[in-house]
């Protein structure tokens, strides 16, 4: 029985792609060492190479879709891709499995009934923790910078829903970056301009890396505190930046660490990710929300593919939506997916983390 995973394989600076590969292939190994699914069907991972490219990502689901026993497909963190394989999705009628890209209308469009499930982050969620951690640190005027196109409007609205309903920081401006920009200096001297106290930015790690830099080539008195999308923690920052990183005053919102993580099950799945990664410490995996969150989305498939005791793709969705509780890596879930909920985690699970001298992101508090 296969599992697709679309991810951008050939970007260069992205760990998220390989962080879900081995979240998905660790489970994959522990369900077929325990007789796998329908009564000992063994499960096996397809991939294709998206690039980052939207275009790409709907010709490779079209093509995983077409594959015989293809029951599911996994995207990862770039949300233009996904947004663009929803309607096909839903065509094709596969259920496609987000563990990662955050856009909120990967889940809320429309469709029903919904072949989308996500264990994820998501923007509506993002912004106002992020709007709320700025508050909490006294930061009455904020500036945002984000992407132009699908995920930078994702989290625009939901700043500007938050805020229309709740009270919060001033924003000064939003200011929007092209993909293809090779300095964000002149953003975030715009928003500098504008009285921001502190920047909210969303982007992925260059997006970030490049604004690091900017500031860094600033004197400090116009250094400002950066609150970042989760996006930064897609590829290995640090080593994008290098140590300046560490004088900035940056964090990010995150959804799991394996650090000072005790349970047997994380230091498993840990051990696992350092093997499949080839890397000799725990530092070495990084983008662990990956992991962690395709890990328990194989296995949440894998206990749908058994309630419907079918490979047939449309019983599989029902079944995701029936799920009982399963005790996860990331966490507990009583009911992972409803009919009208297709979102697995909730605002609950969200901390903000930051980047150690060693290169390790750690939760704030720790």
């Known amino acids: ?131 709320k951690e700025a508050q909490r640190r006294g930061f009455k005027k904020i500036g945002v910078l984000l992407p132009n196109g699908d995920w930078g409007r994702s989290n625009r609205r939901a700043v500007e829903e938050y805020l229309a309903a709740n009270p919060g920081p001033f924003v000064v401006k939003f200011v929007g970056f092209e993909w293809s920009d090779t300095s964000l200096a002149d953003e975030y001297l715009d928003l500098l301009r504008a009285g921001a106290e502190a920047v909210l930015v969303v982007g992925n790690e260059p997006e970030v890396a490049l604004l690091v830099t900017a500031m860094k080539a600033l004197p400090r008195t116009q250094w400002r505190p950066l609150l970042s999308h989760w996006g930064a923690a897609a590829g290995n920052l640090p080593a994008l930046t290098g140590p300046g990183i560490f004088d900035v005053d940056l964090s990010i919102v995150q959804t799991f660490s394996f650090i000072r993580n005790p349970t047997p099950r994380s230091k498993r799945v840990l051990e696992a990710a350092m093997a499949l990664l080839k890397v000799s410490e725990p530092r070495g995996v990084v983008s662990p929300p990956g992991v962690a969150h395709a890990y328990d989305l194989t296995h949440l498939l894998a206990r749908a593919i058994d309630k419907a005791g079918t490979t047939d793709r449309e019983k599989v969705r029902d079944a995701l939506e029936k799920l009982g509780p399963y005790e996860g890596l990331v966490k507990h879930y009583h009911q992972p997916f409803s009919r009208d909920r297709h979102e697995a985690l909730g605002p609950e699970q969200l901390f903000m983390a930051r980047w150690r001298s060693d290169g390790v992101l750690v939760p704030s508090s720790q």
């Open 1 to 131: 029985m296969l599992l697709g995973l679309d991810a951008e394989f050939g970007n260069k600076t992205s760990t998220a792609d390989d962080a879900i590969q081995a979240g998905i292939e660790i489970a994959i190994e522990e369900v077929n060492r325990s007789g796998g699914v329908l009564g000992g069907r063994p499960l096996q991972l397809v991939i294709r190479d998206n690039r980052g490219i939207p275009a790409r990502g709907v010709d490779n689901l079209r093509e995983l879709a077409s594959l015989k026993d293809m029951t599911a497909v996994f995207g990862s963190k770039f949300s233009a891709v996904l947004l663009a394989q929803v309607a096909l999705a839903h065509e094709l009628r596969v259920p496609l499995l987000d563990p990662w890209a955050a856009a909120d209308g990967i889940v809320n469009h429309g469709y029903k009934p919904s072949y989308t499930f996500r264990l994820s982050l998501r923007d509506g969620w993002a912004m106002p923790f992020l709007l």
